[in-house]
């Protein structure tokens, strides 16, 4: 079953804007993380935050994690058409095991040059 | 950085035939590895855990006698979609857990399966 849940599914912006992109989940977890899917390809990993932490950056990308209100943001700043691609967030999950990875639905982002 | 290999990368085959993909850890030892399936323009849904040396743990709803799992060794994990049918169409990724990188999960290219 999927935990995680993305918001918005689907997002267009112009070239040079800022993305941003939602992620709730439902249960307790050690670490969330974000990932990038180009179209028919795997996953890339973008970046981990663990549950004690509140905010990563790296590079162009910045997260957030709300424990409290069981949800993480993703923002990609100055974006490029490259960064054309579905984004999806996973979770593991404390009651069943540190590692097995759920993910959510994904939002899908185009990036209009 | 860890590399984890899928194969195939694609594949057609007619409805009934056995299809088997592969999933091979190039660097490092995986006793645990994943199957997940991805439909078109949806998330990636975990169908089960393999698991090294022991039996595949199987989410609610997989079919274990058509998904057939086997981790026989630490770098190897292979996934086998039996008598398939045009249904089992699918885009199929693994994933390959090393543990003491912070990333920790890995994954491969995937599988795209047509069944005719």
């Known amino acids: 079953s999927q935990q995680g849940e993305e918001d918005p599914q689907a997002l267009s912006i112009q070239e040079g804007e800022n993305a941003t992109m939602n992620c709730s989940y439902k249960t307790s977890i050690n670490n969330l993380q974000w990932y990038r899917q180009n179209s028919g390809r795997g996953l890339v990993h973008l970046i981990l935050?663990?549950?004690?932490?509140r905010e990563k950056h790296s590079g162009r990308l910045r997260v957030t994690l709300d424990t409290s209100k069981k949800s993480s943001s993703l923002l990609i700043t100055a974006s490029r058409a490259a960064d054309t691609a579905s984004y999806f967030c996973?979770?593991?999950?404390?009651?069943?095991?540190?590692?097995?990875?759920?993910f959510g639905p994904g939002t899908s982002l185009s990036v209009i040059p | 950085g860890a590399v984890v290999s899928q194969h195939p990368s694609r594949v057609i085959c007619k409805s009934g035939t056995s299809v088997k993909i592969e999933c091979r850890s190039l660097d490092f030892q995986a006793t645990t590895m994943f199957w997940y399936r991805q439909f078109p323009k949806k998330s990636l849904m975990l169908m089960a855990t393999?698991?090294?040396?022991?039996?595949?743990?199987?989410e609610q709803g997989v079919e274990k006698d058509k998904f057939l799992i086997n981790h026989a060794s630490l770098t190897l994990s292979t996934l086998t979609v039996t008598s398939a049918h045009p249904e089992d169409s699918s885009f199929y990724i693994c994933s390959a857990i090393r543990q003491g990188s912070e990333e920790k999960l890995f994954f491969g290219s995937g599988t795209q399966l047509s069944v005719l």
């Open positions: 393999s698991n090294e040396g022991s039996k595949a743990t199987y």
């Open positions: 935050i663990r549950s004690n932490e």
């Open positions: 996973a979770t593991d999950d404390l009651k069943t095991s540190y590692d097995k990875v759920i």
